[in-house]
């Protein structure tokens, strides 16, 4: 039987370690597929093999591994940076002995004791890298330092396995800080919950707390699981869930969310999703996995690594070899020139651009309320050029209300309130909400199981025989498509629409008998979002809508959008989708995450409005904004851009210390130490650049 397990590996660090357990897991009788995570250090396998094989070939290739999910609260760079800190001591004590006049045993013994104690682990994983046929850089650096020993360049060997060790610091340090931000994520939702039996108390751990149990949360607590509260009232902070620093008020019926704040009232709250389910492990789980969804600029650079750390290598041994018999220089010289050429091969700076750039940018996200859900969703952000919005619950609050009921014959205004009621009663529609509320409001029964021949019409109305007549409920095409408008009718319907209003009529086997007007109020902050969309140079925004026309170009106006389709069935937005992204290119697509699903799948970005409470929308999007603020959209792209900038300028500082120190080892132009000072600085520059991506800029 296949299932799906989790390991952590704390010696997982970056590409190099990523690709040694590909090769060794792949190729491994009973493993079906793995997902690596570098920032949190775990792999996910598919496998019908036993867990301790792969906990055994983990330990084979030199990265041991425990089963387990969770993340684990360790401080990986502890012994690394203790060792490097030690090695560094001995070079500098030896460089002391030696410019002192010490003899020069003293010194030499000083530079092989740092080169043990900063280099032993990287000999190890070297070791293990020839016995899987990796050439990767632990070798490398292995080797150029046995043979910088070997010619008697102590100092240099010494100075090379040191700022090594600070290299691999520094990745530890970037991937460290990237996943402490993730389990700050994490410590949002508290370890312990009070839960109610039988009328008394008791605390508990979360993970032991089953749905449909009952939770106590008192003011000033966190919410520890997701649930719906039974009893009382508050004002909570969901800013952990949404970005959203204005509290809600919660009332029984509502629903809340592990990891926000109950900010006045007690509540008792009956469980709905066990610890593992809930929206903030969710959000949790889908930072991780963002990783492993590699951005385009990523899958690039860990080609190109795969392609030049061995070209180097083999351009190393050329060095070596032939240059002694065809040039100057004995070969000695050429001996030192091959390994500042080993040392140049390693692309630690490299491959560390990337993944840590996409993992900081997609946690910042995710504090503000948006989930990126992978590198390659980021970068689409980066490049979209034309938006498709949809109207209802997007663009606008979803939150329709009847606003007119204009009569057309005898039939009274409250008893075409209750025959819309009684057709939308069975209707699955978006605006049903809004007539059943008008029939509540004004005290009017709904009439439900007397209701026959119920036939719904997509994108259009519906149709039923209520008290023995066949009425129909629906938009302006229908009843074109019937027949049955009036000059009347015709003038209702414009004036209506010309309000921006959606104008429902019903009608019966005679003709219309009345028309419904019903208001959806625009966000407020529609028109912002447009203009700094259009600031980002996203241009054409589309609204699409099933309205009608007078109502879509009403808003349309009102939003400053570029274009108005309106009328259309889901399979026509598709289409609007497809036909904006052959003409102007990358296109993203706005919805609910749950009807625009076919348009949202056909964009290169497709985003999702309000999923805090939408499981549907966690999955089918691209971008999720957990709350329901337009604004999120710009911020996205803006981020999108600045991550892809940043990726970059990381891209090009490390090719380019690469590209001039490679022509410098070639020509004997610089030294072992330097080019590996060179190195490093360069995976400073990038590490430190990648962190401005947790800054709250963007």
Same mark, same amino acid.
């Given at each position: 039987?296949?299932?799906?397990?989790?390991?952590?590996?704390?010696?997982?660090?970056?590409?190099?370690?990523?690709?040694?357990?590909?090769?060794?897991?792949?190729?491994?009788?009973?493993?079906?597929?793995?997902?690596?995570?570098?920032?949190?250090?775990?792999?996910?396998?598919?496998?019908?093999?036993?867990?301790?094989?792969?906990?055994?070939?983990?330990?084979?290739?030199?990265?041991?591994?425990?089963?387990?999910?969770?993340?684990?609260?360790?401080?990986? =760079?502890? $012994? !690394? #940076?203790?060792?490097? %800190? +030690?090695?560094?001591?001995?070079?500098? *004590?030896?460089?002391? /002995?030696?410019?002192?006049?010490?003899?020069?045993?003293?010194?030499?013994?000083?530079?092989?004791?740092?080169?043990?104690?900063?280099?032993?682990?990287?000999?190890?994983?070297?070791?293990?890298?020839?016995?899987?046929?990796?050439?990767?850089?632990?070798?490398?650096?292995?080797?150029?330092?046995?043979?910088?020993?070997?010619?008697?360049?102590?100092?240099?060997?010494?100075?090379?396995?040191?700022?090594? =060790?600070? $290299? !691999? #610091?520094?990745?530890? %340090? +970037?991937?460290?800080?990237?996943?402490? *931000?993730?389990?700050? /994520?994490?410590?949002?939702?508290?370890?312990?919950?009070?839960?109610?039996?039988?009328?008394?108390?008791?605390?508990?751990?979360?993970?032991?707390?089953?749905?449909?149990?009952?939770?106590?949360?008192?003011?000033?607590?966190?919410?520890?699981?997701?649930?719906?509260?039974?009893?009382?009232?508050?004002?909570?902070?969901?800013?952990?869930?949404?970005?959203?620093?204005?509290?809600?008020?919660?009332?029984?019926?509502?629903?809340?969310?592990?990891?926000?704040?109950?900010?006045?009232?007690?509540?008792?709250?009956?469980?709905?999703?066990?610890?593992?389910?809930?929206?903030?492990?969710?959000?949790?789980?889908?930072?991780?996995?963002?990783?492993?969804?590699?951005?385009?600029?990523?899958?690039?650079?860990?080609?190109?690594?795969?392609?030049?750390?061995?070209?180097?290598?083999?351009?190393?041994?050329?060095?070596?070899?032939?240059?002694?018999?065809?040039?100057?220089?004995?070969?000695?010289?050429?001996?030192?020139?091959?390994?500042?050429?080993?040392?140049?091969?390693?692309?630690?700076?490299?491959?560390?651009?990337?993944?840590?750039?996409?993992?900081?940018?997609?946690?910042?996200?995710?504090?503000?309320?948006?989930?990126?859900?992978?590198?390659?969703?980021?970068?689409?952000?980066?490049?979209?050029?034309?938006?498709?919005?949809?109207?209802?619950?997007?663009?606008?609050?979803?939150?329709?209300?009847?606003?007119?009921?204009?009569?057309?014959?005898?039939?009274?205004?409250?008893?075409?309130?209750?025959?819309?009621?009684?057709?939308?009663?069975?209707?699955?529609?978006?605006?049903?909400?809004?007539?059943?509320?008008?029939?509540?409001?004004?005290?009017?029964?709904?009439?439900?199981?007397?209701?026959?021949?119920?036939?719904?019409?997509?994108?259009?109305?519906?149709?039923?025989?209520?008290?023995?007549?066949?009425?129909?409920?629906?938009?302006?095409?229908?009843?074109?498509?019937?027949?049955?408008?009036?000059?009347?009718?015709?003038?209702?319907?414009?004036?209506?629409?010309?309000?921006?209003?959606?104008?429902?009529?019903?009608?019966?086997?005679?003709?219309?008998?009345?028309?419904?007007?019903?208001?959806?109020?625009?966000?407020?902050?529609?028109?912002?979002?447009?203009?700094?969309?259009?600031?980002?140079?996203?241009?054409?925004?589309?609204?699409?809508?099933?309205?009608?026309?007078?109502?879509?170009?009403?808003?349309?106006?009102?939003?400053?959008?570029?274009?108005?389709?309106?009328?259309?069935?889901?399979?026509?937005?598709?289409?609007?989708?497809?036909?904006?992204?052959?003409?102007?290119?990358?296109?993203?697509?706005?919805?609910?995450?749950?009807?625009?699903?076919?348009?949202?799948?056909?964009?290169?970005?497709?985003?999702?409005?309000?999923?805090?409470?939408?499981?549907?929308?966690?999955?089918?999007?691209?971008?999720?904004?957990?709350?329901?603020?337009?604004?999120?959209?710009?911020?996205?792209?803006?981020?999108?851009?600045?991550?892809?900038?940043?990726?970059?300028?990381?891209?090009?500082?490390?090719?380019?210390?690469?590209?001039?120190?490679?022509?410098?080892?070639?020509?004997?132009?610089?030294?072992?130490?330097?080019?590996?000072?060179?190195?490093?600085?360069?995976?400073?520059?990038?590490?430190?650049?990648?962190?401005?991506?947790?800054?709250?800029?963007?």
């Amino acid at each position: 039987m296949t299932k799906t397990s989790t390991f952590h590996v704390s010696g997982l660090c970056c590409a190099a370690e990523e690709a040694t357990i590909r090769k060794r897991l792949e190729s491994q009788k009973g493993v079906h597929g793995l997902t690596v995570h570098i920032v949190t250090k775990k792999i996910e396998v598919r496998h019908s093999c036993p867990e301790n094989q792969i906990l055994q070939s983990l330990k084979e290739i030199g990265l041991p591994g425990t089963s387990g999910r969770s993340v684990r609260r360790e401080k990986p =760079a502890r $012994s !690394l #940076l203790f060792q490097t %800190l +030690a090695g560094a001591a001995l070079f500098i *004590a030896g460089l002391i /002995l030696f410019a002192s006049g010490a003899p020069a045993l003293v010194a030499t013994v000083s530079y092989l004791s740092a080169i043990v104690v900063s280099g032993w682990r990287i000999a190890l994983r070297a070791v293990k890298a020839v016995r899987s046929f990796s050439l990767d850089m632990n070798f490398l650096m292995t080797i150029a330092v046995i043979g910088a020993v070997a010619i008697g360049e102590h100092a240099e060997g010494a100075a090379v396995i040191v700022l090594f =060790a600070v $290299s !691999l #610091l520094l990745e530890a %340090l +970037a991937t460290d800080r990237s996943r402490r *931000a993730i389990e700050s /994520l994490m410590n949002l939702s508290p370890p312990t919950a009070t839960i109610r039996v039988a009328g008394s108390e008791t605390v508990v751990p979360v993970e032991d707390v089953a749905t449909g149990q009952t939770i106590i949360i008192r003011p000033g607590e966190r919410v520890p699981l997701d649930g719906v509260i039974l009893d009382g009232s508050s004002s909570v902070d969901q800013s952990a869930i949404t970005g959203e620093s204005i509290p809600v008020g919660k009332n029984a019926g509502d629903a809340v969310y592990a990891g926000s704040i109950n900010q006045r009232g007690a509540l008792e709250v009956r469980v709905s999703k066990a610890a593992g389910d809930s929206t903030i492990a969710r959000i949790v789980q889908l930072v991780e996995e963002a990783q492993a969804k590699k951005a385009p600029s990523q899958t690039f650079i860990e080609r190109f690594a795969r392609t030049y750390t061995p070209a180097v290598f083999f351009l190393a041994i050329g060095v070596a070899i032939l240059p002694p018999f065809l040039f100057e220089g004995g070969f000695e010289t050429w001996f030192y020139r091959a390994l500042v050429l080993l040392v140049i091969a390693c692309p630690c700076a490299l491959v560390i651009s990337t993944p840590v750039s996409v993992i900081n940018a997609v946690t910042h996200a995710a504090r503000k309320g948006v989930l990126i859900k992978g590198g390659i969703h980021l970068e689409h952000l980066a490049g979209v050029r034309a938006i498709a919005v949809d109207k209802t619950g997007t663009i606008t609050t979803g939150q329709a209300v009847v606003t007119d009921i204009v009569r057309l014959n005898s039939v009274s205004s409250s008893e075409i309130v209750r025959i819309s009621a009684a057709l939308e009663a069975h209707s699955e529609h978006h605006l049903a909400d809004a007539f059943l509320k008008k029939a509540e409001a004004e005290g009017i029964p709904v009439l439900r199981a007397d209701i026959g021949d119920f036939e719904a019409l997509p994108g259009k109305g519906v149709r039923a025989t209520v008290d023995g007549t066949r009425y129909t409920l629906g938009n302006h095409p229908l009843m074109e498509e019937l027949r049955v408008c009036t000059p009347e009718l015709e003038g209702v319907l414009d004036s209506l629409e010309r309000q921006g209003k959606t104008a429902v009529v019903l009608a019966d086997d005679r003709g219309p008998v009345g028309v419904i007007g019903i208001a959806d109020e625009v966000r407020r902050e529609g028109r912002k979002t447009i203009e700094d969309l259009h600031g980002l140079g996203v241009s054409p925004i589309v609204l699409l809508t099933g309205d009608n026309r007078g109502t879509a170009e009403s808003v349309g106006a009102a939003l400053g959008v570029d274009e108005v389709r309106p009328e259309l069935l889901p399979e026509h937005k598709l289409a609007a989708v497809r036909k904006l992204k052959n003409t102007f290119g990358p296109v993203a697509m706005v919805g609910d995450g749950i009807n625009d699903a076919p348009a949202l799948a056909a964009a290169d970005v497709g985003i999702a409005m309000g999923g805090v409470g939408s499981d549907t929308a966690l999955e089918t999007a691209d971008v999720v904004l957990m709350s329901d603020d337009l604004l999120h959209i710009p911020y996205s792209i803006r981020l999108g851009k600045r991550a892809l900038a940043i990726i970059k300028q990381n891209i090009v500082i490390a090719l380019t210390t690469k590209a001039v120190f490679l022509i410098l080892g070639v020509l004997g132009m610089t030294s072992l130490w330097l080019a590996i000072l060179a190195d490093d600085g360069a995976t400073l520059v990038v590490v430190l650049n990648s962190m401005r991506l947790l800054s709250n800029k963007g």
